[in-house]
Structure formats: C-alpha cells, structure tokens
C-alpha cells in the first residue's frame, strides 16, 4: 500500500537532476508529493529525474535556475507555484565541491563556492518563507556535509561553506519556529554518487577503510532521512543536524 505521506503537499528540491538530489525527488513522489525538480546545466538529466518520478508523482515539472542568482531563483519559485501550488516542502541540495591544497585555492574559487553552497540556500530560503509563514507551514532540509563537521585541510572553501549551512540552518529555525516552519540539516559522508565515482579511487577507498560501517553510502539511504526530517515523524525536531556518514564522525 502506498504510504502517502507528503499527498497535498509541494516540494521544490534545488540540484533535484542528479545523485542525492534524484532520490531526494524519487523518494518524495513516491510519498505523494508533487515535485519540482531544479537544475542548472544539465537538462538531460533533469529528463531523467522527471521520467523516473511522473508514474508516482501527483504532479512534477522541471524548472532551470541557477540558485545563487536572485532573479532566477524568484523566476523558479514563481514558475513552480503557477504549476504546483505553495511550496511547503524545500530541500537545499544544489552545491558544488572541490578539493584543494591551500596554496591552490583562488579568491574565485572561494567566491563561487559561497555563492552556490551558501547564497543559494539563503536565496531560495528567503523565496518561500514569507508565504509559508503566512500559511503557517513549512518543511525544509539543507544538504549539508560530513565536511562541515570534521576538519578537511584541502577543502577550505567547501568545508566552510558546509559548516556556515549547519549554523544557517540553526538560526532559521529558531526565527522559524513560532510559524510551524521546521528547518534542520542532513551532513552525508561518502556517498557513491556521479561526484564520489570520478573522485581519486585510493583517496576513496581510504575513507571506506576509516568508516566503521566498511563501505559507501547509497542516495536512497540519504533521501531517507531527508523523509524523517520532512515528515511529521519528526515533528518535535528542528535546527538539528544529522550525520549519515556509517559512523565516521
């Protein structure tokens, strides 16, 4: 029987094309949602994602933005309303990564990583809020890393924005809370995505070899608990943020 869950409800997740983002939108249909599938470049893949959802899904489209773009960030949430309804349901998971030794890290690389991984959170925070403070209802997951968590000496500008996403995430819900807005954040490890397979494959298998757990993590086994987080299972949960890392925290 299927567990609808998220029936009447939108869902809008940024980066919604690929990896955890897919699964994210997979998970969240398969739950009765209608949902908006975000990406930037690649539109192909956002075919595919929405191919993968339409027998599930109540409704779904796909909307292109560039999230740390204030203007194309109002356009999408604007074209998903029009087509979806409110949204009360937001998971931040567009970001970028890089991995760098300090004396190869360019202001522009630090500039870029903040306006995606932190802009871009705020940007699309900030377009649903107010409506769902009027509604008094609201849901939304950030996508954080188990590199905003532990120290990463080569991924200054990428553990620092993760980290910044984590206190973001707490100081939203507190703001939030008298307006039944929920905000709390998932920090994934490892996680065999298009990003893990093309990384360095020792770099990789000695993070399996220092997770407790002895190997990578899956998206649906993120997606899950973005599912806790956004379900009323959770219900007396926010401003928390929950490691899925097989235990190398």
């Not at 993760?162 to 994934?188: D, M, Y």
Request: glycine letters at 8%; a negative charge.
């Amino acid at each position: 029987m299927k567990d609808d869950i998220f029936s009447d409800r939108t869902a809008l997740v940024t980066g919604g094309a690929r990896g955890i983002g897919r699964s994210i939108c997979e998970m969240l249909a398969g739950h009765g949602a209608r949902v908006a599938v975000n990406y930037e470049r690649n539109e192909q893949a956002a075919h595919e994602t929405l191919a993968s959802i339409e027998n599930s899904a109540a409704d779904a489209m796909i909307v292109q933005a560039d999230v740390s773009d204030e203007e194309q960030v109002a356009r999408m949430t604007e074209a998903v309303r029009e087509r979806l309804g409110p949204i009360d349901l937001l998971v931040n998971n567009a970001g970028i990564a890089s991995s760098t030794p300090h004396d190869e890290l360019p202001f522009a690389t630090w500039k870029r990583m903040f306006e995606v991984n932190v802009d871009g959170p705020y940007l699309t925070t900030w377009a649903v809020k107010d409506e769902m403070i009027a509604r008094e209802y609201g849901r939304i997951v950030n996508i954080s890393s188990l590199a905003g968590i532990k120290i990463k000496g080569r991924m200054i500008s990428y553990a620092t924005t993760k980290s910044a996403l984590i206190s973001f995430t707490r100081h939203c819900a507190e703001a939030f809370a008298p307006h039944n807005i929920r905000v709390n954040c998932v920090a994934p490890g490892l996680t065999n995505t298009e990003l893990a397979r093309s990384a360095n494959p020792d770099m990789v298998e000695h993070l399996i070899s220092i997770t407790p757990m002895g190997r990578i993590g899956e998206p649906e086994e993120i997606a899950s608990v973005v599912k806790f987080l956004l379900s009323d299972d959770s219900s007396f949960v926010t401003g928390q943020t929950v490691p899925a890392c097989g235990g190398r925290c």
